[in-house]
């Protein structure tokens, strides 16, 4: 096609470093899914609480998608505000603790229109080194000034805060980091933040449903909704669906209806979606245990490793790391596991940052403890073929 010539080189740089993605068709969703005819035990899904299935959650939205059909039709400022979206919000801000709660399309589109409409030209916002794409894009996107501080480091936080004044700071970190499956110091960063009189966005996405009092997240476990303005979270990764959501203040609501482009510019969530979040509230809410058992297999399943040698960066949640380091080496690995019969893909840069390629291993209530037994046999057994341990 015209004016595409210059796609195939830019291609083979990828390929040549290692680095280009290609999409796999997967015949499902599950702990255990088939790909070119072979049964895979599955360790990367974010489903964490193997929810995306469950009869409850499936039946609310079937039950959302009977009663006001497949889309919303509109965004939310227009007619698309359903009182599904409306119970949803209030469901959201009461797990969370907060006044209100905004629901996005997703937790990409949170963050995008959530940062933008807080930080603009003239204004900061800091995120932690390691933060999620989805938070930097929004930074760019918001046309502040974007510096980033150390990797959960609250002094470095501190210094930066002290040397930059602003109109408007905004300092962004996740709770769980998505590729480390470590913890924020959160309430060292509060602190920090409160001192220097700047806002603070806490991106919960692993962490809700799984951490915190009946999975309310991290905030709440530390007590610190007072301090983080937007407690971010997302409908898609332990609720099993898909959507994004911010709890916050009524003004700070008020304010992002008026402002966040995300919100504003885009069709509202689709009434399936939002059903199938209240179904996994309801679940959570029947079976608060269900983060802590899942913590739990985790827990065992890192020490597996750990005692094997194997580098498992600081995780202490439901995402568990394998420092590989070298882009071909993680490649390689991870296509011995699937020979072993696992399914966990090779993180590389830019989703983490460079010589630090791992794989990343998602553990889920649909793998029975016995699976993860076996799963981390074969692990090492593949790592210590690759000269890992
Ligand atoms: C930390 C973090 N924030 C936000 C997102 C985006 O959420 P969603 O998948 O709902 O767009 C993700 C998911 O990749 C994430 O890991």
């Known amino acids: 096609m015209q004016g595409e010539n210059w796609i195939t080189g830019a291609l083979e740089e990828l390929r040549a470093a290692h680095l280009e993605r290609r999409l796999t068709g997967y015949s499902g969703t599950?702990?255990?899914?088939?790909?070119?005819?072979?049964?895979?035990?599955?360790?990367?899904?974010?489903?964490?609480?193997?929810?995306?299935r469950h009869p409850r959650v499936i039946e609310a939205a079937a039950k959302a998608l009977q009663e006001y059909g497949a889309g919303a039709t509109a965004s939310r400022l227009v007619t698309g505000t359903l009182p599904l979206h409306d119970e949803l919000e209030r469901r959201l801000a009461a797990l969370k603790g907060y006044p209100a709660a905004l629901v996005f399309g997703s937790g990409y589109l949170t963050n995008a229109g959530v940062i933008s409409a807080v930080a603009g030209t003239g204004d900061l916002v800091l995120a932690d080194r390691l933060a999620h794409a989805s938070l930097l894009d929004a930074a760019v996107l918001s046309r502040a000034r974007l510096l980033r501080f150390r990797h959960n480091n609250p002094a470095h936080l501190d210094d930066l805060l002290s040397r930059h004044p602003a109109r408007q700071r905004l300092v962004v970190t996740e709770s769980v980091f998505s590729m480390d499956g470590d913890l924020a110091p959160l309430p060292d960063i509060a602190s920090v933040v409160a001192k220097h009189d700047a806002m603070l966005l806490v991106d919960e996405a692993h962490a809700?449903?799984?951490?915190?009092?009946g999975g309310a997240g991290l905030v709440s476990e530390h007590q610190l909704s007072g301090f983080v303005n937007l407690s971010m979270g997302t409908t898609s990764k332990a609720l099993g669906g898909y959507g994004g959501f911010v709890a916050c203040s009524e003004a700070m609501r008020q304010w992002l209806i008026n402002r966040a482009r995300s919100f504003i510019y885009s069709t509202a969530p689709a009434p399936s979606a939002i059903g199938a979040a209240l179904g996994a509230l309801d679940v959570i809410a029947e079976q608060p245990g269900l983060g802590g058992e899942l913590l739990q297999r985790a827990a065992r399943f890192r020490k597996h490793l750990q005692d094997a040698g194997l580098d498992t960066l600081n995780s202490a949640s439901q995402i568990v790391p394998l420092r590989v380091g070298e882009n071909a080496k993680a490649l390689s690995l991870s296509q011995r596991l699937r020979e072993a019969g696992i399914l966990a893909v090779a993180i590389r840069p830019p989703t983490?940052?460079?010589?630090?390629?791992?794989?990343?291993?998602?553990?889920?209530?649909?793998h029975a403890p016995a699976d993860l037994e076996e799963a981390a046999d074969r692990i090492i057994a593949a790592a210590r073929t690759e000269g890992l341990a």
Do not use: C, E, H, W
């Open 352 to 366: 983490v940052p460079a010589g630090t390629a791992r794989i990343r291993f998602s553990i889920s209530l649909a």
């Open 208 to 213: 809700t449903g799984i951490f915190g009092p």
């Open 30 to 52: 599950g702990g255990r899914i088939q790909a070119d005819g072979r049964t895979l035990l599955n360790f990367s899904s974010n489903d964490y609480l193997d929810l995306a």
